[in-house]
């Protein structure tokens, strides 16, 4: 017998337990008192790891009041220390409370709550570990449910965590589903487990759910689409990436409905993770069903913090680009809204739009809400069920457990809502049943008193997690009585298709997102000072009207390869009439390839007063199409002086740039040719576009013998599937050449051409207008205008916060 080995007393009193889902095969545990076993005052026992039938080391004291201290010996004074285990009751209901063990660092955390019944016996209520049928179902008195919980939240993951347990974790088995493809990933599991090389009771869980969520039509739409499946790095939830435009609401259904079981099996995985109960050998299949159906309740219970955290603080999209949004402002607003819902770490895919006006303190958010078949369809049996299997089918609740799940998302979408600023004064929440948000099911409309007042109460305590209201539509729907909720239920309890007008689940002031070329509203004199432009219409490139000289270039242009004299001489008689045309009204000519083409001019002008008339495209090709001609032909010299032309026409239009960088090559002027490939690098903003002037960039510095910087540009070009074949092949005859064994790495790429005063495309410059234009347009109401020039910035800012609040600026037609 060992020294912490003791012999327990014959005449003691002893309360066996029952065997816990994490306990190694053949251990006992009880809890013994009395017959002279020496305790401090209040003592109620002690916790004993039997090791034969009177033999067995103490593991803990359990002390009348509620603590329990881990010890491996008889005590005969209370420890100083904070207990291991304690339990505390809720001020608001002394009949209910919960238990927290202190963790190596010092904190509390929960691990339980209690609740007390009119026996006097006691119930522990929703676990963070698997407690099995016994505990999870049955009324313990106080002694034995400290004990449980030492064991279960203490004891044995402490075991398992020295090496008792298997080592191996739910994570790595849903790690192994990013190793083939989705499809075969998901076959090749459930086939392990059917082989039943895969026993433990997640495993055998997730074999469940991956089967209800149709693994068959997985595997059609996978063959009838591109979908790779992947981790989020911000929530860890998987995501199955695909052109969702290409799928009908069918099969979007069933992908999502897929990927919904991995996430829920994602969600069990952390929590038992955080509460150090990840390894399989501590969860049965029945705790898995309670967990799987806990993290479809707990929806809610993320959003609580919010409302304090988003008071404190900053918002990392408010500085763009050195552009400083106005605090409680349009773009504070819309991109905190934005940031909170990508947060949200739901079982299912959220599929939303939002939209918000903070002059007027109103936030709308639109979402699709999953259906039926979506939901868990397992619960833990009362009885065994068939062949004695501990789950029960609960498929028929289905449609009410969608309703239910709708509920807690509304009221989780309103807390974003509210917690994206203090001057949001109502919340509308319309949830859909398509992607197209055109089929409403449920609406939720709350002002903030009687959010904060009523709603937020039952977020912050979690009460809509509680498992009494799991299918309770009615129940959820009593806790939300301070919001205005609108759905209809069918005989099933699922929610009901509803009829509402079009100015009930959008942009509460949907003429801000009108299109820009019908936008007649007046700049603010900032906005109309920076972008040279009186009204928001006056800075669309895109609707200019029929052009009337189109059809004449499309013809000389056709001759050029056949007969190119012929063909100069048309394009020069169509730039003189053009020119014959032209009204002078002051204003300066300009020609605009983009809307970033167009942004970029207040780069080029000083001057606050300058305002343009916009030409047709046609004017600006005649020139760049004659500059080619003409350089084509053994004419550089006329073809650098048309290029010329073209770019005093559109000098932020990259095309007139690289025409005039031909004609200067062939004429010998290197450096002149490679000063107009940089000055279209410095207004570019198309990946296709500069990565091929990077492509003639370096091609032009080879030439002049720069070899480092010529490979750097060759390096940026890369990107360009078009060209990647030409560029690797030039790239490795310039390394034969130059005796470069290997590539640059990246930071030496930028350094080379930072160095060589070649941009980095997008440039700074670029980026800092698009975003001071962006956040400026957005805080002063032009939300049209802010959507387009976001667009400049979106391959840049790599942030779903950003893509996500430019969605919400997205232009509309004006409702009539």
């Not at 090749?188 to 759910?209: H, M, N, P, Q, W």
């Not at 052009?547 to 056709?558: C, K, S, W």
Request: aromatic content about 8%; hydrophobic content about 40%; proline content about 5%.
């Amino acid at each position: 017998m060992s020294a912490q080995e003791i012999k327990i007393p014959l005449l003691c009193q002893a309360t066996h337990l029952k065997a816990l889902p994490a306990q190694a095969e053949g251990s006992r545990y009880a809890v013994c008192w009395g017959a002279g076993m020496p305790e401090p005052e209040g003592g109620l026992g002690y916790l004993i790891d039997f090791t034969g039938k009177r033999t067995g080391y103490v593991i803990a004291w359990i002390q009348d009041g509620g603590y329990v201290y881990a010890c491996d010996g008889y005590l005969d004074v209370i420890p100083e220390r904070e207990p291991d285990l304690s339990v505390a009751r809720w001020r608001s209901n002394p009949r209910t409370g919960r238990i927290a063990l202190r963790t190596p660092g010092g904190e509390e955390r929960q691990v339980t709550e209690y609740k007390q019944l009119d026996d006097g016996s006691y119930a522990l209520v929703d676990p963070v570990s698997d407690l099995g049928p016994v505990y999870s179902a049955s009324a313990v008195n106080l002694r034995q449910m400290l004990a449980v919980a030492f064991l279960a939240f203490w004891h044995l993951p402490r075991r398992a965590d020295a090496g008792a347990a298997s080592g191996k974790r739910m994570g790595e088995v849903l790690t192994a589903f990013l190793d083939l493809p989705p499809a075969d990933a998901i076959d090749a599991f459930l086939g392990e487990v059917k082989r039943g090389e895969r026993t433990s009771g997640f495993e055998r869980y997730a074999a469940r759910i991956l089967t209800d969520a149709d693994p068959v039509t997985l595997r059609a739409l996978t063959a009838r689409h591109e979908v790779s499946l992947r981790r989020l790095r911000t929530t860890g939830l998987f995501w199955f990436a695909c052109d969702v435009d290409e799928l009908n609401e069918e099969e979007f259904d069933a992908l999502t409905t897929m990927e919904g079981a991995l996430n829920r099996l994602a969600l069990i995985a952390r929590r038992a993770r955080e509460n150090g109960a990840d390894d399989l050998s501590a969860a049965s299949e029945a705790y898995c069903a309670d967990e799987d159906w806990r993290c479809v309740r707990a929806i809610t219970d993320q959003t609580a913090p919010y409302l304090k955290q988003a008071a404190y603080t900053d918002n990392r999209l408010l500085n763009l680009f050195g552009t400083m949004g106005e605090r409680g402002g349009e773009w504070d607003l819309r991109t905190r809204v934005a940031i909170l819902l990508e947060e949200l770490a739901l079982p299912f895919r959220l599929t939303y739009r939002f939209s918000a006006n903070a002059s007027q303190g109103a936030v709308t958010i639109t979402a699709k809400v999953p259906g039926a078949q979506a939901m868990p369809r397992w619960v833990r049996a009362q009885a065994p069920g068939e062949e004695g299997s501990p789950l029960a089918d609960c498929s028929g609740h289905a449609e009410v457990a969608a309703s239910a799940y709708a509920l807690r998302l509304a009221t989780a979408l309103a807390t974003v809502g509210f917690s994206a600023s203090a001057g949001v004064g109502g919340v509308r929440v319309v949830l859909c049943e398509d992607r197209a948000f055109e089929h409403p099911l449920l609406r939720m409309d709350v002002d903030r008193e009687g959010f904060i007042m009523s709603v937020y109460d039952v977020v912050r305590k979690g009460v809509l997690s509680e498992p009494r209201l799991t299918w309770s539509v009615s129940g959820i729907k009593e806790q939300l009585l301070a919001a205005r909720l609108t759905f209809t239920l069918n005989e099933r309890l699922g929610l009901e298709p509803l009829a509402l007008p079009e100015d009930e689940r959008t942009d509460p002031d949907a003429a801000r997102t009108c299109p820009v070329w019908e936008d007649t509203r007046s700049l603010t004199p900032e906005l109309a000072e920076f972008l040279h432009a009186e009204r928001v219409c006056d800075l669309d490139v895109y609707h200019l009207g029929e052009d009337p000289f189109v059809g004449r270039l499309r013809e000389a242009i056709a001759l050029a390869e056949g007969r190119p004299a012929e063909a100069a001489q048309q394009l020069s008689d169509l730039l003189g009439v053009m020119s014959l045309m032209d009204e002078d009204t002051g204003l300066r000519p300009l020609y605009c390839a983009s809307g970033a083409s167009r942004l970029a001019m207040a780069l080029v002008d000083d001057d606050p007063a300058v305002r343009y008339r916009y030409v047709y495209d046609s004017q600006y090709d005649a020139y760049v199409s004659l500059a080619n001609l003409c350089t084509d032909n053994g004419d550089a010299e006329h073809g650098a002086a048309y290029a010329e032309q073209a770019i005093e026409l559109g000098p932020t239009s990259p095309s007139a740039y690289i025409a005039a960088a031909t004609a200067e090559s062939k004429l010998g002027e290197l450096e002149k040719a490679a000063e107009h490939l940089k000055c279209a690098l410095r207004f570019d903003v198309d990946p296709a576009s500069f990565t091929y002037t990077y492509y003639r960039l370096a091609f032009v510095l080879w030439r002049m013998a720069d070899y480092r910087t010529s490979l750097a540009c060759y390096q940026r070009a890369l990107p360009n599937p078009r060209l990647r074949e030409m560029v690797e092949e030039e790239m490795r005859d310039l390394m034969t050449a130059a005796s470069v064994e290997s590539r640059l790495e990246p930071e030496d790429v930028r350094g080379i051409l930072d160095a060589a005063e070649i941009p980095i495309a997008p440039s700074d410059e670029i980026l800092e207008v698009a975003a001071r234009a962006t956040v400026l347009a957005a805080d002063a109401g032009f939300l049209n205008l802010a959507h387009s020039y976001g667009q400049v910035l979106s391959r840049v800012v790599g942030d779903d916060a950003f893509a996500s609040t430019l969605a919400s600026m997205r232009p509309r037609k004006p409702m009539h």
